[in-house]
């Protein structure tokens, strides 16, 4: 659907028309431009911008077998259509192969012209074969020969030896020969798969090399000896390829008894899905590419095309084996909850800790707002540790959606069960990557006398939430803990989420409502204060929404300001230009997908979206609007404005209802990020992205946070 705004004749003639939504693939695909673009800026540290590189191409990765690959399942499927733009799957599928091509083209531009060249500067060098003194090729043959031979397994290809199956993402060569071997074979194609246990960038030691920091790639040291997989024959060349695979996941949920059973079969034939992209040296023959291509049964929009490894994520290993700290950014540490002086943050809420004894006193005396990272995530884990053996405590509920190897959740979630709690975890078996671990996880909470429900048939569960059951005196007491994040102890270190701790009754009350809906029959819907997907969260998003663009018209004054990491949801941005039309200012800061066009007159001139790059990732989900006829309303949340999340998701979204939380949220995952002109860009009519620039003082959100958290 085209949109032309309604305008004078001069206006039409001026202003372009765009169709009303931005398809959200391609909007993806430019969020991985702008974690590509901070791999070239000189104000970020090296390795952190090697850092950024590798994050950029296993996004890649994701993108194409999740989303692209989603979308070829779409295009099998007759008169289906993309959404919310409306457009044929296979058109789009064309345009992101060549919009994909042109990010990987960048990707290994940027690491051959711009990284590598800068990492020589400080010594960081990656040897080409072609500059390999002696010294260097003696210890790399001895290398080859101890620790790659062994496990290295070459394949000759003719009738007895077909086509191995490949593995979804794994590096493999093909290798042309001439000759014959032991038995008179003369076939002349081998494929050699390496494991993924081997690394793909070697540190050469001290006695190998003269400087400190001299890498080789994998790639190199295989070219250089593949001839000895080969005894007698001659290698007339050897091209590294990869092919990506479709990794989604199909379970009829209705149809299946045991849901864990039924995913740990899906997830063994995941890295054998259908062929989706591949991979070649820039180097490869094109009768080689041909025959890879008709193997893998790919047609030429498929191929790319590279200019050195094929998996460049693998090249995050490099910034801790360089050993260069002062190429990295400063050490970061959380604050950790201090009980005996205040924060000098005006918005930080441990006052009065003092009176406190227990962590459950804390929060039944006021409400707890912790911001990760730059809070620690030590205070959630101390809240289940406590109620784990705390004697008033009767019973501990929480969802699991990603935890993490070796969690100490798990643990006090396993100890509360031993020390005879009543103890509910709903487990997200189908958290995406993240399936086998909680399959792990959930077989050890069950053993240990933990009650494990995987949630809803064809509803994943991804609220974040903790519900802790404690008498005091002569009645019962509800102690809960909300975020906007995973109860994970990893990506807390660098995900951006707020988690609210609270005693409040009613949050209590609708955290009950919401774990007996998970764990058990009935129809228990009627929430007082909680909003919940797929129930209450949309539509009451649109009313709040709808009430803004009442009062402007009205002509009151209306806000609406929204933190999150996607947008797509129709009904929201539809509501969200009617709302734009009425002349409400809305301020988005989003991540990654908008589908969303802002400032196109006469539909969404009045709407601004601002995409924040930095060190953490952005992951915070927050809601305000103004509401002039009552008190402004802020929400935290689980769900993004995504479809998924707010009509085939569990999700819970809480309003921040204590004074000094509403600030410290509304000042800390709001206002400073509209004023960031660092790390901002800024959504443009047609659908890409330009840096901020506002002539004011450089300011970054991110680092202001670190040194208000720190001083």
Known sequence: MEFTPPSTEANLQDTPSYPRYINKEMSLLEFNRRVLAQAKKSNIPLLERLKYLCISSSNMDEFVEVRLARLYELSREPGMLTTPDSQDPKVVIKNLLQAAKQIVEDQYHTLNNILIPELEKEHIHFLRRNHWTEQHDQWITQFFSESLQPVLSAVGLDPSHPFPRVLNKSLNFIVSLEGKDAFGRSNGLAIVPVPRSLPRVVKLPPEATEGENDFVFLSSILHANVSRLFPGMTVT?????RVTRNTNLVIDEEEVEDLMSALRGELSARQYGGSIRLEVADNCPRNIIDYLLDRFQLDENALFQVNGPVNLHRLNAVPDMANRSDLLFPPYAPKK????????SPFRLFKRQDIAETLFDKIRHKDILLHHPYDAFTPVIDFLQQAATDPNVLAIRMTLYRTGEHSKIIKALERAAQNGKEVTAVVELRARFDEDNNIIQAMRLQDAGVHVVYGVVGYKTHAKMILVIRREGDKIQRYTHLGTGNYHHITTRFYTDFGLLTANPEIGQDASKIFQQLTSLGDTKDLDVLLQSPFTLQSSMIEKIQREAHNARLGKPARI?????????????DALYEASQ????????VRGICSLRPGVLGLSENITVTSIIGRFLEHHRVYYFLNTEGQAELYGSSADWMRRNLWARVETCFPVMDPDCFQQVYEEGLIIYLKDNTGAW?????????PKQDNLPPFNAQQTLIETYTS
């Open 561 to 573: 300001i929204a933190k999150m990491n996607g947008l797509e949801e129709v009904s929201i941005i």
């Open 337 to 344: 909850m201090n009980t005996k002086r205040k924060s000098k």
């Open 582 to 589: 009425a002349g409400v200012k809305i301020d988005l800061i």
């Open 682 to 690: 800024l959504l443009q009519p047609d659908g890409s992205y330009q």
């Open 237 to 241: 060349g050897c091209y590294q390829f």
